[in-house]
Nanobody, 120 residues
Framework: QLVESGGGLVQAGDSLRLSCAASGRTFSNYDVGWFRQSPGKEREFVASINWAGGTFFADSVKGRFTISRNSAKNTFYLQMNSLKPEDTAGYYC????????????????WGQGTQVTVSS
């Protein structure tokens, strides 16, 4: 089970840190990704971190977002800085053993999401 937290309403330029707490199994050897979905849009890849610590980012968040994992706590994080109104979305964490890190279909486990709203 994956449970996201840390979402909220912030102003443009602010920061938020999302957390994804895993339970029921260890995900230390899984890749973990963050995806987001806005109303009327398809869910899109945001960032991922593989089991070895390699990170990948969508171009739209590169340089502003970082992703990390604390395997001892079985928890994963998405640090979001310099937030923009276009970052407003529901954010979902997911875990899987992926061959294509940005592809939704590669992820087996999903959280319920946490809402991030950025006002201008």
């Amino acid at each position: 089970q994956l449970v996201e937290s840390g979402g909220g309403l912030v102003q443009a330029g602010d920061s938020l840190r999302l957390s994804c707490a895993a339970s029921g199994r260890t995900f230390s050897n899984y890749d973990v990704g963050w995806f987001r979905q806005s109303p009327g849009k398809e869910r899109e890849f945001v960032a991922s971190i593989n089991w070895a610590g390699g990170t990948f980012f969508a171009d739209s968040v590169k340089g502003r977002f970082t992703i990390s994992r604390n395997s001892a706590k079985n928890t994963f994080y998405l640090q979001m800085n310099s937030l923009k109104p276009e970052d407003t979305a529901g954010y979902y964490c997911a875990a899987g053993r992926t061959a294509v890190t940005w592809a939704e279909r590669e992820y087996e486990f999903w959280g319920q999401g946490t809402q991030v709203t950025v006002s201008s």
